[in-house]
């Protein structure tokens, strides 16, 4: 887990407002990844990105979420309008490319709480 | 659609015992396997994996089997210690994608001392 940085860790939001999780990859990479827990389940890939890129968002839901990755500053998973379904927990992980040899290395998460 | 299950919520074995997680998928276009380690409120922790043509990966304590032909593979821990108490998720993709791992909902295993 260690380099990949997520912040915050807890997010607590209302029904209604907007969420903001931000994913700083290790040093040197320039390819998130963005992927989802909900309780008693699996992680589930979201999105892809490289810097001002998004690679892959198949997994994205088509409402209320998105995701960017500028060329400065860490990666960022916007949520709009955010309702209790979205509770869950987000983590994100990067690499210095792809393909890649090496497997997805995870950072610490951010758990979402909507009230 | 599950493509990858993890039938075991849970495991108990006692420290110094053999502890067996296993794993079925779905996907014959799987050719990349993995485990994770969960602590709560950490992330995922890579493990072990293999590749689809092995069928088996060793390191230290954890070896990983893979039977193709079942598509199953199992994780066993030996010996297991009481700090290998965690969730346990085993994930799988392709290697064109290998990004996109799909991800079992977990085992948790117990070590009792």
């Known amino acids: 887990n260690a380099g990949v940085m997520q912040n915050p860790r807890h997010l607590v939001r209302r029904r209604g407002q907007e969420a903001r999780l931000r994913c700083s990859p290790m040093k040197g990479h320039s390819h998130v990844y963005w992927y989802r827990q909900l309780p008693e389940e699996g992680l589930k890939f979201m999105v892809y990105?490289?810097?001002?890129?998004?690679?892959?968002e198949s997994g994205m839901p088509k409402e209320r979420f998105s995701a960017e990755f500028p060329k400065e500053g860490p990666s960022i998973l916007r949520i709009q309008q955010v309702v209790r379904g979205v509770s869950a927990a987000y983590f994100c992980?990067?690499?210095?490319?792809?393909?890649?040899?090496?497997?997805?290395?995870f950072g610490n998460g951010t758990r979402l709480t909507v009230t | 659609d599950q493509q990858v299950k993890q039938n075991s919520p849970s495991l108990s074995v006692q420290e110094g015992r053999i502890s067996i997680l296993n794993c079925d998928y779905t996907?014959?276009?799987?050719?990349?396997f993995l485990w994770y380690k969960k602590y709560p409120a950490e992330g995922p922790t890579f493990l072990i994996s293999i590749s689809s043509i092995k069928d088996k990966n060793e390191d230290g304590r954890f070896t990983v089997f893979l039977n193709k032909s079942a598509k199953h593979l199992s994780l066993h821990i030996v010996p297991s210690q009481p700090g290998d108490s965690a969730v346990y998720f085993c994930?799988?993709?392709?290697?064109?994608?290998?990004?996109?791992?799909?991800f079992g909902s977990g085992t948790r295993l117990l070590v009792r001392p």
């Open positions: 996907n014959s276009m799987f050719d990349y």
């Open positions: 992980a990067s690499s210095s490319g792809w393909p890649t040899n090496s497997p997805l290395h």
């Open positions: 994930a799988a993709s392709a290697m064109d994608s290998s990004y996109k791992l799909i």
């Open positions: 990105l490289q810097k001002e890129n998004i690679i892959d």
